[in-house]
């Protein structure tokens, strides 16, 4: 590979990697077994630690410290920093740090471990990622949208919601007990070995993965299992674990004379759709095919160190409605006709979630100015009516529209406890009902239409197919 060029510009660099990205991509797939033994090089390439730099900077992470209470958006000469890095990685000197825990709450009293590495360990990691990733999608099934690029859960969901209106009445819904945290390093190597040979990549992953991990108390332990959650990387390296569940699903579903056969003898038929570690099993056949599942996943899982919930994995028939990535999917009779369809709305969850939101932020003190409040509160309405926009979601904007206003004017009643009514209308109303200041206005859920969002299929593009590489690696 040739990385002698001088240090790039941004554009200049990105134009290098999606050129050499895309070549290694057409090669994994024009030969699956193909092992890749000379990428070392390419993780040290100016152009890969400038992106990846650009990409760590870029991060809402950039805010955050790992161990050595550096934050990344507080360094101003991130070229420096990468030509340290690239000096470390071309004498072999380069070892990560220890990532810092930091303890996330989650219902139910648990907790979710986020691991947050230093600003050099987060951009070796990018540039690993960066010349990993375009390998290993060549590999990976179209059943898995978590974490992977040009894909996101609304892919998920119209698959789920094709496939129920297709015969694919039971789910089984599968909960991994701490999947980032239990992945054996053992059983991951051995999946990465299948395609990088090259033995400085192989020990730089490890090394991510052995970094150990400094507790909010002080001491650090060791990493012998897992993945750090919140890693740069360790979205990929979950999807190479995970992958064993797509292959063993896929390899049943690819073959379509076998299903047609299974059907007419009466035999289930299975499509497994994944989010990350959330996975959903559609069956085509009876609640007792899908109980059978339970033992079956569980044992694919078992050689990569994971282990199933059993409290949480659940069997549920499309009648019953099953909840999948904040979206409740379920069949019900068309209103004001006979016929049935499986319709995705907002799950109960979901909606006490931003409502809670909602609540927290308007519980704030009112020195605030109305303009501070709008300007907290409207991307969260924007991004939470976004995400469920594709769905029949009209009904839960109206409830978060009128439970937003209801806050907002009791908000504006505890700062002007003495104003009245027509005061606080004249004053802080738009068009005498709706909260605005002269630069900014409430944002209004109700008012977001919904549509509907079409299913893609295989037809979801890679961004390495069209890319036109303009470097020779």
């Not at 959650?229 to 064993?244: D, E, F, T």
């Not at 050689?303 to 409740?328: N, V």
């Not at 505890?414 to 709706?434: E, F």
């Amino acid at each position: 590979m040739n990385t002698d060029a001088p240090w790039p510009t941004l554009i200049e660099a990105e134009a290098r990697v999606l050129g050499i990205q895309t070549k290694l991509h057409q090669w994994a797939t024009d030969d699956p077994d193909r092992r890749f033994d000379d990428l070392f090089n390419l993780v040290a390439d100016p152009a890969f630690l400038t992106v990846a730099w650009d990409r760590v900077r870029g991060n809402r992470g950039a805010r955050s410290a790992g161990v050595d209470g550096v934050k990344p958006n507080s360094i101003v000469f991130g070229t420096v920093l990468c030509e340290g890095l690239r000096a470390e990685l071309k004498a072999c000197s380069f070892s990560p740090m220890p990532v810092r825990e930091r303890l996330i709450p989650k219902a139910g009293g648990k907790v979710r471990r986020l691991g947050i590495a230093t600003a050099r360990d987060r951009v070796v990691q990018a540039s690993l990622k960066l010349v990993l990733e375009p390998i290993f999608e060549a590999d990976f099934k179209p059943v898995s949208y978590g974490f992977r690029p040009m894909r996101r859960a609304h892919d998920a969901i119209a698959e789920i919601r094709l496939l129920a209106s297709n015969s694919y009445e039971w789910a089984l819904e599968g909960d991994i007990t701490a999947c980032f945290d239990e992945i054996d390093h053992t059983a991951l190597m051995d999946r990465v070995r299948h395609r990088i040979g090259d033995k400085r990549v192989l020990g730089l992953v490890k090394a991510f993965l052995k970094a150990g991990v400094l507790n909010e108390d002080g001491s650090v332990r060791d990493n012998d299992t897992g993945t750090p959650q919140g890693g740069i990387l360790s979205p990929l390296l979950a999807n190479v674990a995970l992958s064993v569940l797509d292959e063993h699903f896929a390899g049943r579903w690819d073959d379509r004379v076998a299903r047609a056969k299974r059907r007419r003898h009466g035999l289930a038929n299975y499509r497994l759709v994944r989010y990350a570690d959330d996975f959903v099993v559609m069956v085509s056949g009876t609640r007792a095919h899908a109980e059978d599942l339970r033992d079956e996943v569980a044992a694919v899982l078992a050689p990569i160190g994971l282990r199933l919930s059993e409290e949480k994995t659940k069997i549920a028939h499309i009648d019953e409605g099953l909840d999948f990535l904040g979206w409740r999917i379920q069949r019900h009779q068309q209103r004001g006709g006979t016929k049935r369809y499986v319709y995705t709305y907002p799950a109960k969850k979901a909606l006490a979630s931003i409502v809670e939101q909602v609540r927290t932020i308007t519980r704030q003190g009112t020195n605030l100015s109305l303009t501070v409040l709008l300007l907290r509160l409207n991307p969260v309405l924007r991004g939470w009516t976004t995400y469920f926009r594709p769905g029949v979601s009209s009904r839960a904007f109206q409830h978060l529209r009128a439970f937003t206003w209801r806050r907002v004017i009791g908000w504006l009643r505890r700062k002007h406890p003495k104003a009245t009514w027509k005061q606080l209308r004249r004053r802080y109303l738009s068009d005498g009902w709706w909260p605005a200041e002269p630069k900014i206005r409430l944002f209004n859920p109700g008012a977001v239409t919904t549509t509907r969002y079409r299913y893609r299929g295989a037809a979801i593009p890679s961004p390495w197919m069209s890319a036109t590489p303009g470097t020779t690696a």
